[in-house]
């Protein structure tokens, strides 16, 4: 065990802290579930001035997702060296970012009509003619998007506690979390832009 590990983990553990950290947390988790499954609303699209628009963010959310991934891969690589500052930095990259990712994901999704995989028209609408020449691309599409959607919702929670497992010292609870929360996180930055890359064709 080199020296930067020893000095981390010699640290105490703040309990009191934790368990205050984790009830925001799960407060965090309920705003942004609401908020994601309101954008999904038509009725509740906001309207936004002349000149106004928020179509461009798409490849801009594949992009942050891309370096959301690499900064994983950087923290996983960090850790397993014993690198533990150039870790948490890549952690705090990650986070920062997915904080990014998220407000403008909210952003795009209530101010934009959702785009449908296979809609070669662009009329918001999937005719049986459409949904043919789709074929089982479409198929493929949506059990990436729907795996991708559900582990981002199920992992939201577990990575928040996670990082606060290890902000508060409790290396044991953190590597224990981390086990099965970084592939999950890692899974759902990485088929983001997949996703993005797949459904570009008919923005």
């Not at 950087?74 to 397993?80: L, Q, W, Y």
């Not at 986070?95 to 403008?104: A, Q």
């Not at 459409?130 to 795996?147: D, H, P």
């Amino acid at each position: 065990m080199n020296d930067e590990r020893k000095e981390w983990l010699s640290r105490a553990p703040d309990e009191v802290l934790s368990k205050k950290l984790v009830r925001v947390a799960w407060i965090l988790t309920a705003v942004v579930l609401v908020l994601v499954g309101l954008m999904r609303r038509p009725e509740l699209r906001i309207p936004l001035p002349d000149g106004w628009s928020f179509a461009f963010l798409p490849p801009v959310h594949a992009l942050i997702n891309t370096l959301v991934t690499i900064a994983l891969v950087i923290a996983i690589v960090a850790v397993k060296q014993g690198k533990i500052t150039l870790h948490r930095n890549a952690i705090f990259a990650a986070m920062g970012l997915s904080v990014g990712f998220l407000l403008c994901y909210v952003a795009y999704h209530f101010t934009n009509s959702e785009v449908l995989y296979g809609d070669a028209n662009r009329d918001g609408l999937l005719d049986a003619a459409e949904r043919a020449a789709a074929g089982g691309a479409r198929t493929g599409y949506l059990v990436l998007l729907i795996s991708h959607i559900v582990l981002a919702g199920v992992s939201l929670p577990a990575i928040l506690f996670t990082f606060i497992a290890g902000w508060t010292n409790r290396f044991a609870a953190h590597r224990r979390l981390a086990r099965w929360v970084f592939p999950m996180w890692l899974y759902v930055a990485v088929t983001g832009p997949i996703c993005y890359l797949m459904l570009k064709p008919y923005y």
